[in-house]
């Protein structure tokens, strides 16, 4: 029985008969052929999509560093204007 279930996830070629008419022996190759194709076609989407969710997380990770950068710089500037200001209350001109 775990043969059997195992059976549908195997990549085994499909046994063929011994007495086979040359119509299902087509049938058979065209079959493997679709299987085939539709194999690749699921890698290729496969692939797609893990291509855009890569992309998409460069992309946010690439505005995340700029919105970092820019938040640096206005925090620098902010800490300036602050110690200015304290600066000249305290202090005095």
């Keep these: 029985m775990l043969d059997w279930m195992l059976s549908f996830w195997g990549n085994e070629p499909e046994v ?3 007495d086979e008419t040359p119509e299902e022996k087509t049938k058979r190759e065209q079959r493997a052929i679709d299987r085939e194709a539709k194999n690749q076609a699921k890698a290729s989407k496969a692939k797609d999509k ?8 460069k992309a946010l990770t690439d505005k995340a560093l700029a919105v970092g950068i820019k938040r640096k710089w206005l925090v620098f500037l902010i800490g300036i204007v602050i110690a200015a200001a304290a600066y000249f209350k305290f202090v005095g001109f």
């Design 50 to 57: 893990r291509d855009f969710r890569i992309a998409k997380i």
């Design 16 to 18: 063929v008969p011994a």
